[in-house]
């Protein structure tokens, strides 16, 4: 984590016990000069929800009572890769949530070209982490802790669950995949990575600009039809075809 963070606005998803501990844990790292950032949006369906009730709003804190998905579709329409030297927007995902990026990219692919076929298939190969699960709706969970991490852990250099060297990368690892995959032949484009980092610590966020990256580069092999991976994630991330 660096000494202080510059972000615009922080999206904190759910207002839940979650969201809750995000948002104050960003409220206190403002407090304490260990980031910047223009204003913190609590994304919730309920207007009484958990954060509003103990954190309430302020000057640089507000919430947006609605459904994730139409949030994203929303907020996501609008981003773009800020000039150099500006701050960007940030999401804070919940451990719990459903994989809104990749479901986010299925739409905004689905809405772009309508007279294509946009399906939702397993993901082949294997990425050669110790937990590989696959869900009844195609999405794969992966991780390389095959032991019960902390729900708030910043992913040290060192750690703190088996006492050695954390030596693994997910991104890495979902990258070396695709690239075997396309050796072998198959059409995959990717990956889509949506990589979390912990610049506040125990609050994990992901820079909002590289979904209009994802959105430009499938705009220019449109023409391949081949299929992205997206992931999330050091340690654990769920991937889509």
Known sequence: MSDVVAMRDVIVIGGGCYGTFYAGQLAKAKAKGKARFRRVVVVDRAATCRARGELGEAPDRAFAVEEWGAFFDRFLAGVHTPPPGEPEDYIVPSPL?????????LRRARGRWPGRSVEIAPVPGEPGTPYDRTAPDHTRYVSFADWLCPTHCVEPAICPAIGAPRTWEMGEAITALA??????GRPVFGPALFVCR??????????????????ASWRARARARSRPKCSWGRSRAATGP
Do not use: K, Q
Request: some cysteine; charged content about 10%.
């Open 97 to 105: 949530m459903p994989h809104l990026m990749f479901e986010w990219v």
């Open 179 to 184: 690239g075997r995959l396309r050796a072998l």
């Open 198 to 215: 912990h610049h506040v610590f125990g609050v994990g966020t992901s820079p909002s600009p590289p979904c209009s990256r994802v959105i």
